[in-house]
C-alpha cells in the first residue's frame, strides 16, 4: 500500500487498541472500587494502576523519542550526500520528520522552504508533490 499524506500516521495496535485502553479501564475500575469499599488495598489497587498507565505512555514516548534520534540523523546524512553540507540548525525536529517523506528530487527546495518560511510539519507534508514513505517506523 502507497503511503500519502491521507494515510501516514502509524497506530501499533497492541499498545494503541490494547496496552491503554486496558490500563484506562483498570484504573476507572480500581477508582470505582476505592470510592465504593475505601480500604488501602483498593487505594493500592488505584496507584498500581496509575503507575501501569503512567509506565506504558512513558515507554511509548521513549520509544518515539530514540525512533526521532534516529530519523534526525539519518535527514542530516541525507541533507549532506545531496547538498554538501550540514543540516541547517533551524529545523526544529517536528520540521525535520515531516521533511523525511519529500523525495530527493523536492528535498533541498523544501527544506530551503521551511526555513525560509518557517514551514509547520503539517504545511510542509501538505507541500510534499512525491512521497515518499516511512513503513519502518511504529
Not at 523544501?110 to 509547520?120: P, R, T, Y
Request: proline content about 4%.
Amino acid at each position: 500500500m502507497s503511503q500519502h499524506y491521507g494515510n501516514h500516521k502509524r497506530f501499533y495496535p497492541p499498545f494503541h487498541f490494547f496496552t491503554i485502553p486496558l490500563a484506562v479501564l483498570g484504573l476507572g475500575f480500581a477508582i470505582y472500587c476505592c470510592i465504593a469499599i475505601p480500604t488501602i488495598i483498593t487505594g493500592l489497587l488505584v496507584l498500581a494502576f496509575f503507575l501501569i498507565a503512567i509506565i506504558a505512555v512513558m515507554a511509548r514516548m521513549f520509544a518515539l523519542k530514540a525512533q526521532d534520534r534516529a530519523a534526525r540523523a539519518e535527514e542530516k546524512l541525507r541533507y549532506y550526500i545531496l547538498a554538501g553540507k550540514a543540516l541547517p540548525s533551524e529545523l526544529r525536529m517536528g520540521q525535520i520528520m515531516a521533511l523525511r517523506f519529500a523525495s530527493d528530487e523536492e528535498y533541498l527546495a523544501l527544506v530551503d522552504k521551511a526555513v525560509a518560511d518557517k514551514l509547520s510539519p503539517d504545511k510542509i507534508k501538505k507541500a510534499i508533490k512525491n512521497w515518499r514513505g516511512d513503513y519502518h517506523r511504529i
